[in-house]
């Protein structure tokens, strides 16, 4: 519904990174000092179990040092067990809402918030390092629809550590209706931040798509991870020429993220008094002590068919 990339929209060009073109991103972001590789997609029917295992199993024996994060949908616990067996150890899935009958405002009625949710603890039971999180300023939301989500975080975190939440601003295709708040979704990342001091929360590019500053005003807020995108630049291009046909409007280009120096995110902190931190590659695999992912956003999302895409993780602590 308010997804400009969603399954509907005919009017999007689509693409697939091939097996190879995700080892070779992978490469180039190790050679950069990466060691957090995120694989995040739409739910494509030709990426089957069989294929994410083996692209999971591939970049974890290249890469025995890195954690692997995947973002590609709801699948049945059997195959999430799959995943993790092959090598990944990280999941983000966001439960968008927690109010039922909000979330069936916004998404098909194929669709299920039990459902969704219900993948979120079988993600947890079976070892990941859970990602969740939701929408800040989605059509029809009210304060208590943001209570609920972040009652629900608390329930998803209960006894756990491995865990990381997403709350971010994004700009979606309702006419007449308000993006997401800037100033709400600052609100909420330190909300965030209170009740989890030790998550890995991100400052999105949809907080840099609403204000020029957005994703350094993120980080004082309390988020400590960016997540630059390592897709060839091609389809990074392609991509953001989408703006110009209204899908996400205004949205910032990624495509100079990571030229200059081996996180683009370290340009963009440092003057404000921040430093990229070293990677701990066990902290990534193992218990990460307590740090985990968290994040909130600027409005909806819904299945949609981008395919995958790659991206990495900076994290960062104040000087």
Request: aromatic letters at 8%.
């Amino acid at each position: 519904m308010t997804c400009g990339i969603r399954r509907s929209n005919g009017k999007v060009q689509r693409y697939r990174l091939s097996r190879e073109d995700i080892l070779a991103c992978c490469t180039e972001g190790y050679a950069l000092g990466f060691r957090t590789f995120v694989l995040q997609g739409g739910e494509d029917a030709y990426f089957t179990e069989q294929r994410v295992c083996e692209i999971v199993s591939e970049i974890r024996e290249r890469f025995p040092d890195c954690a692997i994060t995947l973002s590609i949908g709801e699948w049945e616990k059997s195959s999430y067990a799959a995943f993790f067996r092959a090598g990944a150890n990280r999941y983000l899935l966001r439960h968008e809402t927690a109010d039922p009958a909000h979330y069936r405002r916004l998404h098909p009625g194929a669709m299920s918030p039990e459902h969704r949710k219900r993948c979120l603890f079988d993600l947890k039971e079976i070892g990941y390092q859970v990602g969740s999180g939701f929408m800040v300023g989605s059509p029809f939301q009210t304060t208590a629809h943001l209570c609920a989500d972040l009652r629900f975080l608390q329930e998803l975190a209960a006894g756990y550590d491995r865990y990381w939440t997403v709350s971010h601003p994004r700009r979606h295709t309702i006419p007449d209706w308000p993006n997401g708040s800037l100033e709400l979704t600052l609100r909420l990342i330190a909300v965030l931040r209170l009740m989890f001091p030790y998550a890995l929360i991100p400052a999105t590019t949809a907080l840099g798509t609403i204000h020029p500053q957005g994703r350094e005003m993120g980080l004082k807020a309390g988020a400590n991870v960016v997540m630059p995108n390592l897709s060839p630049v091609s389809v990074q291009k392609a991509v953001f020429a989408l703006c110009g046909q209204d899908l996400h409007r205004g949205r910032i280009c990624p495509v100079p993220e990571l030229s200059g120096t081996a996180c683009g995110g370290g340009r963009l902190c440092h003057r404000d008094g921040y430093r990229r931190c070293a990677p701990e590659p066990e902290q990534h695999r193992t218990k990460p002590s307590g740090e985990a992912l968290c994040g909130v956003a600027l409005t909806a999302g819904m299945r949609c068919s981008e395919k995958i895409c790659i991206k990495s993780i900076c994290i960062f602590r104040k000087i």
